[in-house]
Every structure is written in structure tokens, then in C-alpha cells.
């Protein structure tokens, strides 16, 4: 099944447009949990209130084999009906994209993916060929410096809108997807004019202080859908005590339900 | 010690400009090598003509935890006086930033990595704040979609220049440096203009066509050094027999020389 009609599917049975960041940090989580125990309580404690997973690559590399280790067991807790991205913010020339893709989404089974713009086309290319996976460019990210390089002005207009008017373009097989932080609302307002009908990914919200209300309203398509909104600190760490997985199924349900409150046909 | 003074050292003691980029293709590498084993072949045979290698991690996360596993041993058969680049084109938001850092210098114990400077500065520090370590902004690239994004332009300069500025900008610990790609020998030469004394990281030449003279003229600085001139797929696939290192160190050699005949007092 393609990831657009996995995610439909788990967007409807959850109802919810919340996705959870898994993102463990050894400094926040509980002392003595391994990485994966962690993640299969948060994923157990929350999997019937989200639309998606997202893990970070670099929660797992910073501890090397094991933590690639992790993150297979990771992945392979997720019910099989829901989504898993992989929030690797890849980029590289063509010859090497394809290994990157064939990484992501042959050897981990990722359902999709993030990747850096920066390259352009030949470093997309080979991820938008698995067709039955997303592929998610960043466009205008939620972090404080963003605005280094994607707010610098292009013929009148930001990098980041040339960046989604690229993903328009080279959106042949319906299959890519934009990345917009929930911290700069307006902005994201503007993507979704300019793409309509892409789905887009929106991290930021919770820790980074993105407000649900407008997330939702300026972030989802129409029909209220083809938004998904991440979430992982305000999730993963909602307690650091023993009742770390209540606490983050409280969470959880708290962001879903806001969500849905603000949400057209939620 | 420091990756500047490293690398000083490996391109005195070798004579060498020439960095022998380790990205192990298996359908290119002889049948029934490990990755390994080819690696460790490559580097007894070149590592006395180079300033130091560059293995490229896409080509390890293709093959999942045996893949980093032999990174790892890639890693440690790289003799202690040869400085390693580990080319990786991350990018993320400051709190992730940090975990790549940590994963690419602490883990796996890179001299230096390569990232993507699309996010902006807050991505970039947590890197920068390794003194000893040097880090690499993609700048321009050797790839024929760099155009895509990286010529865009801003206020009369080419997107790819404002990178160049702020990398100069962030440059307060002496350890930033550029990837540019030898492929457009005019860009680069521009780069090496604005930035007389930032180490160059330079793919490119070899199968991907770069000219070993305009390199070597544009992209060193006035004293015939800081430019790291990478190939990859010209050496490692120089022979796909058995005799796959011979032929390997024949093409590393002959490289080294030509880009030595280039080099002012090399």
C-alpha cells in the first residue's frame, strides 16, 4: 500500500492528524530504560492516537550500532497500519541519493522520508521513484535560523516558496510532500496556498512553541487533511519519571483533541 | 591534534592534495569482496599518496548495521597520521544538530563531516563547537542540478556566494571550511576569491569530469594548499578484477602527480 493511503487510512481509524517524534534522548528518558524498551511503551501507550511515527536518525547514530539497532526494533513495534517517517534530512548527488534511498526505504522500510533541498533535482530524483513512498523536502523549517538562507529574497520571493514551487514541479507521481515549521504560521499559511493539495509535514509544535490552533487552520488542505503534525519532546517527555508512557498518552490525546477542535470535518 | 594541522602534516609527509574518497559499491567492487576488505585493500594501497579519505555514508547505510559495521572497521585501518572525512551532508535543527555531532565525531570519530547548510546557523554550531574538528558547509556543488537552487540570485550574487559569506562569518574558531564542486571551475575560482584562506573540500574530478589543472589552480590558496581534492569512483573502480588496489594505486599516483604539477611549491 502507498504511503498517501496509509496514512488516509490511519488519519480516519485514529482520528487524528498528530504524529509522534521519536526522538529518545538518554538525558531526558527515565534512567536505566534502553532506547527501544522506551520507544515500545511510547508506541504501545499511543499508537491508537496518532496518524504517524516519525523517528530522527540522529537519536540513533549519536549511539552508533546500537542505536541503529534501536531503531530497527523501533520500527519494527509500529502496528503495521501506520506510518513510519524517516526524518533523516538527506541530500546528495544523484549516485549517492540512490543509496540513500535504497537505505531509508529498502533496508529500514521506511514509508517516507525528509530530505534536504539544497542539491536540487538529481538528489531527489531517486527517492521520488519509489512511488509508493513520500518524499518530504524541507522548505521553511521551524528553527530560529531558518531564515539564514530560506527567507533570502528570489526575484521577490523566498527561497523557501522556490523550493515548493520545485516540489509542485517535480511532483509527477503525487508522491512528494513539503516540510513547514508550526513556529512561523504565516509562512506556512503561504505554502499551502501555493500547494493546495500536498501534504505537508509540520514539526514544531509543543517545545518549540507552535500554536495548534493556527497549525491546523493554515497547515491542513481543504478537507482538513494532508497535514501531519509532529510532536516529540511535549510527547516523549511529558514525565521523565516511571509513568512515562501515561503521561505521554495524556499527552498525546490532549494535542489530538486540540487538533480535531480546530480541524475542518475533524 | 586539530584537523588543520593534520591535514597539513599528511599533505607535507605524502606530497599529496589527492583525498581518495572510500564509497564502496558493491556492483562495482570485485564479486565476493566485503566492503571491508575492499576498503582495507584501497587504503594500504594509496595511503602514502594522499592528505586523507572521505568515506561517504550513504554507501554504509545502504547496507544497513553490516554496512556501519564496516565503516567502523574502514575507519580503523585508516593509518592515525591521515586525517578521515566522514562526508555525511547532514542537517538539522539545533537540538538534533547537536546528537549528529556527537554521533559523527564521538562515535564514529570523523576528523571532520560535511553538512548541508540549508537550516542556517543554529545547525551548524553545535558542529562549529568542536574546535579540533573541521566542518564542511556544502557551498557549491559538483552535480549538475546544483543550479536548481545554489544559482539562484539574491541581492546580484548567486546563492551559493551568501553561503560562502556567512560560512566567513562563522568561521571565529578556524575550523569551517566549503565543499566545491571541481565541475565548475568558475565558481570556484570565485569561492577560493572571497575566501583566500578556507580549506576547500573538492569532489569531482574523475568520473565526474572535473579538471585536475583548473582545480588545482582555483582552488588552492596562494600557497598551493588548502584545497582537499577528492576522487572517488577513479580510484576505487580503476580495475573491477583482482588486481583492483594495484590498479588503484596507479590511478592515485598518477592523479597525485598531475595535480602536484599544478601546485605552486608542490
Not at 516540489?167 to 513556529?183: C, K, P, R, Y
Not at 487552520?217 to 519532546?233: C, K, L, P, Q, W
Amino acid at each position: 500500500m502507498g504511503f498517501r493511503r496509509k496514512l488516509r487510512e490511519s488519519v480516519e481509524r485514529n482520528n487524528s492528524l498528530l504524529c509522534v517524534g521519536l526522538d529518545p534522548d538518554p538525558g531526558k528518558m527515565p534512567a536505566g530504560i534502553s532506547v527501544a524498551r522506551f520507544n515500545r511503551a511510547i508506541i504501545d501507550a499511543t499508537c491508537d492516537l496518532v496518524c504517524a511515527y516519525k523517528p530522527n536518525l540522529a537519536f540513533y547514530e549519536a549511539n552508533g550500532l546500537e542505536g541503529l539497532r534501536a531503531l530497527e526494533e523501533t520500527i519494527a513495534a509500529v502496528p503495521p497500519g501506520i506510518p513510519i517517517i524517516g526524518d533523516a534530512k538527506r541530500g546528495d548527488i544523484g549516485n549517492t541519493a540512490r543509496h540513500y534511498a535504497h537505505a531509508l526505504f529498502d533496508s529500514f522500510g521506511f514509508d517516507a522520508a525528509t530530505l534536504s533541498p539544497y542539491l536540487g533535482f538529481d538528489s531527489i530524483e531517486p527517492f521520488i521513484a519509489y512511488t509508493k513512498k513520500e518524499t518530504f523536502l524541507l522548505c521553511r523549517t521551524s528553527n530560529p535560523s531558518a531564515k539564514d538562507f530560506q527567507d533570502l529574497m528570489v526575484q521577490g520571493q523566498p527561497l523557501y516558496e522556490h523550493v515548493a514551487f520545485k516540489a509542485l514541479e517535480w511532483n509527477v507521481h503525487g508522491n512528494v510532500g513539503l516540510v513547514v515549521g508550526a513556529t512561523y504560521p504565516q509562512e506556512l499559511a503561504r505554502i499551502r496556498q501555493l500547494c493546495p493539495e500536498m501534504c505537508l509535514l509540520i514539526p514544531g509544535v509543543g517545545t518549540q512553541g507552535g500554536d495548534v490552533e493556527d497549525v491546523v487552520r493554515y497547515g491542513t488542505d481543504a478537507s482538513g487533511a494532508n497535514a501531519i503534525i509532529n510532536v516529540s519532546r511535549a510527547v516523549l517527555y511529558a514525565s521523565t519519571a516511571s509513568d512515562f508512557a501515561e503521561a505521554a498518552r495524556l499527552s498525546a490525546l490532549k494535542l489530538r483533541d486540540e487538533m480535531n477542535l480546530f480541524r475542518v470535518g475533524g
